[in-house]
């Protein structure tokens, strides 16, 4: 809850700069926005540790995708009604790619692990066993059965599907959010069985570097952002010490599953204070 309710404000603060910008100066704008960049690694942070603890991949892709087009609904009728112009799709969308993403590379690099394991029965004497006393069992440590060249073609099918259909929807943060999910999945499998947050810290901490070097490159020579617009997502980076926090670190990754109306009141969060920002833009103009 710690966590999320970190990311909920930040989203707020940055919400605020961009719906009251015309009406702020300039170095006050940027700020807000800056202090928004916390937001985004924690919710990306939490659809990849959704993954790993749903017990039903696709009834949390089926709820997430009904958010996405709730939300989309909600948020295109806000910036109707406060004369702004709606580009693209909201960031659940996003998110619902990095699901398929993720799933895709799970086929891509599970369906080859099978191994065969020859085992032999426990006796209570010293001495040597016959052959015929060996039996071996076929078992999938990627909990996948497919063979391995389906595997690849499904799971890299998964992977480019999801791409596209973010640059075709134009969903927030597009491919670069479904990366950084990616990273924090990535990091989860690695340390799963980690109790100290450190390793996780430092992998979180060079992979996402290394995005945002090769997002600074894309905004600076592809989309061509002007000034200190090109260097504001590097800020993002921070929220990787507020994420693997002893306190809020813990508590989002050790600690219980919670229940279903806390998790889907973040859910509800995103659209509805969109709504509000957007009334108060209505009635002030």
Not at 98 to 124: E, H, K, M, Y
Not at 170 to 194: A, E, R
Not at 222 to 238: A, D, E, H, K
Not at 245 to 261: E, N
């Amino acid at each position: 809850m710690l966590l999320k309710l970190i990311a909920a404000i930040s989203m707020l603060i940055d919400h605020i700069g961009y719906y009251f910008g015309s009406w702020l100066p300039p170095d006050l704008y940027f700020t807000l926005r800056a202090l928004g960049r916390l937001a985004f690694p924690i919710f990306a942070f939490y659809i990849a540790l959704g993954y790993r603890r749903t017990s039903h991949l696709g009834r949390y892709f089926l709820r997430l995708t009904c958010f996405a087009l709730l939300s989309e609904i909600i948020i295109r009728t806000s910036h109707d009604l406060a004369g702004y112009a709606s580009y693209g799709t909201n960031v659940l969308f996003t998110f619902v790619a990095a699901l398929g993403f993720i799933s895709g590379w799970t086929l891509l690099t599970s369906s080859w692990r099978d191994r065969v394991a020859r085992l032999q029965p426990l006796t209570n004497y010293c001495g040597s066993q016959d052959e015929a006393d060996y039996f071996q069992i076929r078992y999938t440590p990627g909990e996948l059965s497919l063979h391995p060249v389906l595997g690849m073609v499904l799971g890299t099918s998964a992977m480019i599907i999801s791409l596209c259909a973010a640059i075709y929807l134009d969903s927030d943060y597009g491919i670069y959010g479904i990366l950084t999910v990616f990273v924090f999945h990535l990091v989860q499998n690695k340390h799963c069985y980690d109790t100290d947050l450190t390793g996780m810290l430092n992998s979180s901490l060079l992979y996402l570097v290394l995005l945002n070097l090769l997002a600074l490159l894309a905004y600076r020579y592809l989309l061509n952002l002007p000034g200190r617009y090109q260097y504001i997502q590097f800020l993002s980076i921070i929220s990787v010490f507020v994420i693997y926090s002893p306190r809020a670190g813990r508590q989002a990754l050790y600690g219980s599953k919670p229940v279903a109306w806390k998790q889907y009141l973040w859910y509800i969060f995103y659209p509805v204070h969109i709504f509000l920002l957007c009334l108060l833009v209505h009635l002030i103009r």
